[in-house]
Every structure is written in structure tokens, then in C-alpha cells.
């Protein structure tokens, strides 16, 4: 019997929606044909949502002197229950990636998951397992959105921190975030939060000017000058660099 329950919410994770989001090496504009989808709009990211796994045309076209060049046409696979991100690269080959999507109702089960935890337990990480990796677009439009939502400074921030904690980050995306506080002092706890958690510290000054408050500046500065330190040890431990 629970055989046959695995083999049921196996089969209804699969028939979760899919997703597919598209952007090109440089974030320049570019227009996309997906499927029987021909809207032409030039933008910098191309997004489609609840998608059936399967087989699709793609066609991505950019603008030049020379008039509309098309970059990349072929068909690109869409796994099940995924949500898949595509970066086309300068010289036109398509870079995909898929993330099993983390939002799936309460009743789903990953077997493949479960599987791999039992295979796991009692067997010590490697650092290669236990290293944060650096957060993709997609999970950042995910955590983004979730921080937008939340009812409360406090949840906002609870749930900034959570992601600080999982992943690394550019400068650029926690600059995108720390925009979402409301008040200043949760702002700066992020931006201290945040600091140790981005591959780019050389450029963190684009996070201290989203305050506005001398002491608050200061708090900052001072804290980046103390962890130093750690980020360089961080380099060096997961060989980002």
C-alpha cells in the first residue's frame, strides 16, 4: 500500500506546472518566439509561466544596425516540475539550467529526494556539500517576492535572513533587496547580514548608499572593516575565486 502511495505523489509532483525564464549573457533587450508565442516585446527577461514538460521552438532575436538578428533558434526541453532558467550566451549556444521546483503543495513527495537523504544519513558533508552556492535568478524573483509579501518588517526580515543563509549573492541582488525594508534599521541588519554573503565585497558600496543615516553609515563601514577578514577566508575555503 505504500508503494503505491509513493508511486501516486510521485506522479502527481510531475504533473506540477513548469516554468521557463530567458535572458541574454550581458541583461541587453531582446525579443523571444516560445512556442506559438510571437509577441515581439523586446525586453530584458522573458518569462513563462505553468508550462507542460515537453519539447518547444525557440527563437530569440535582438536588434542591430543591420535590423533584427536572430541570436539562437532551435527547440529547447522543459523537465516536469521545474523551473528552468536559459542564458544565451555571446556566441549563441544556450546555457540551461533546471531547479526542481520548491513550491509544490504540501502533499507532494520527492522520492529521489527521500532516497538520497536516506543514502545520506550518518555520513559526513564534504565542504564541496556544505557550501552555499550562489543564488539563481529565478530563486532570488522567488525570495523577492516573498519578502514583498510579507505582512510584516519582522517576516520581511526573517525571511531576508533565511536567504542570506542558504545562498551567496551579487552586490546588485542584495542592493534589490535591501530596497525592500521600510525602516532603515532593518535595512542596515540586512546589509550586515548580507555583507559576508556576496561574491563581490569590492563593490558593497552601492549597498551603503541606500542609507541615509550618518550613524547608520558608520555602523556599517565599521562592520565591514571587522569581517574582512572572514569574506577572504570564505574565498578561500570554497575557491569561489
Known sequence: MFFF???????????????????MWDNSLFSAVFANDEGGKFQRAYNVRSLEGG??????????AGGIQTIFEGQI??????????????????????????????????LKTRIEDMKAKGQTNT????????????????????????????????????GLRRNLFTTAYVVQLAKLYKTEELRLEFSKNAYTRVVDPENFFQVKMLLTR????????????????????????????
Not at 535568478?137 to 526580515?157: C, F, I, K, V
Not at 550618518?214 to 572593516?225: D, F, G, R
Open 5 to 23: 502511495i509513493i508511486l501516486y505523489a510521485v506522479a502527481q509532483a510531475q504533473n506540477e506546472p513548469s516554468s521557463l525564464q530567458i535572458r
Open 55 to 64: 519539447e518547444y521552438y525557440l527563437r530569440i532575436m535582438q536588434r542591430t
Open 77 to 110: 526541453e522543459i523537465p516536469p516540475a521545474s523551473r528552468v532558467q536559459a542564458i544565451v550566451n555571446e556566441d549563441g549556444s544556450l546555457e540551461i539550467s533546471a531547479l526542481e521546483d520548491v513550491q509544490r503543495s504540501s502533499s507532494s513527495f520527492d
Open 127 to 162: 565542504a564541496a556539500q556544505q557550501r552555499n552556492l550562489m543564488i539563481q535568478p529565478l530563486e532570488l524573483q522567488d525570495l523577492s517576492n516573498e519578502m514583498s509579501r510579507a505582512a510584516t518588517e519582522q517576516a520581511r526580515d526573517s525571511i531576508g535572513t533565511a
Open 214 to 241: 550618518k550613524e547608520n553609515i558608520e555602523s556599517l563601514e565599521t562592520y565591514m572593516e571587522q569581517n574582512v577578514n572572514r569574506i577572504q577566508r570564505r574565498k578561500e575555503s570554497e575557491k569561489l575565486f
